[in-house]
């Protein structure tokens, strides 16, 4: 079992930046591909980024890349994704997501990830 909290969201405004991160306890998170994903009101989860274990690899989202950067400290038990140039359209919850195996054609859809953290709530005001 992996538990999962997300923290670092907040209000930011427009043109701004926050780091989020993704702490994991429970088993080792080391081996563990970790995704974020977003949830606006009325709409369905988003994937973000994902990065894997190694750390070597990362993806994104058309809408992000350029913007946002995930990257892990396993020796910290921690994914962190930095967003920058921050919109108003990026105003949702955003979740930490990992599970351990990796899967190419399917590592942005909500299915692919057995744990989930609680969120943490990103406000971009314009």
């Known amino acids: 079992q992996v538990q999962l909290v997300e923290s670092g969201g907040g209000l930011v405004q427009t043109g701004g930046s926050l780091r989020l991160s993704c702490v994991a306890s429970?088993?080792?998170?080391?081996?563990?591909?970790v995704a974020w994903f977003r949830q606006a009101p009325g709409k369905e989860r988003d994937f973000v980024a994902m990065?894997?274990?190694?750390?070597?690899?990362?993806y994104y989202a058309d809408s992000e890349k350029g913007r946002f950067t995930i990257s892990r400290d396993n020796a910290k038990n921690t994914v962190y994704l930095q967003m920058n140039s921050l919109k108003p359209e990026d105003t949702a919850v955003y979740y930490c997501?990992?599970?351990?195996?990796?899967?190419?054609?399917?590592?942005?859809?909500?299915?692919?990830?057995?744990?989930w953290g609680q969120g943490t709530q990103v406000t971009v005001s314009s």
């Open positions: 429970g088993r080792t998170f080391r081996n563990y591909a």
């Open positions: 997501a990992a599970d351990p195996t990796y899967y190419s054609s399917s590592y942005s859809l909500v299915s692919a990830y057995h744990y």
């Open positions: 990065i894997r274990w190694s750390g070597t690899s990362t």
